[in-house]
């Protein structure tokens, strides 16, 4: 079992965004081992990576925020 900051060390995203993706479905969940205290299982994170980068391993990064067309440049 691994601790949030090992997660966010191996999978390089915001915490908010961990929360997110475990809301939606989208990442391994989590289980509270003590009730201030959440674990994810290794093996689940390591399947979750390879499944993503088995699904499209040249996969980009978001287009990140347009620039609104009022602000100039």
């Known amino acids: 079992m691994i601790n949030e900051a090992l997660v966010l060390e191996i999978?390089?995203?915001?915490?908010?965004t961990l929360y997110r993706?475990?809301?939606?479905g989208r990442f391994p969940?989590?289980?509270?081992?003590?009730?201030?205290?959440?674990?994810?299982?290794?093996d689940q994170i390591i399947a979750?990576?390879?499944a993503v980068n088995e699904f499209n391993p040249n996969r980009g990064r978001g287009?990140?925020?347009?620039?609104?067309?009022n602000?100039?440049?």
């Open 11 to 16: 999978i390089p995203i915001s915490r908010t």
């Open 63 to 69: 287009k990140g925020r347009r620039r609104s067309s």
């Open 71 to 73: 602000i100039p440049a």
């Open 48 to 50: 979750w990576q390879r």
């Open 29 to 42: 969940k989590s289980t509270y081992i003590s009730p201030n205290r959440r674990v994810w299982y290794e």
């Open 21 to 24: 993706m475990e809301k939606e």
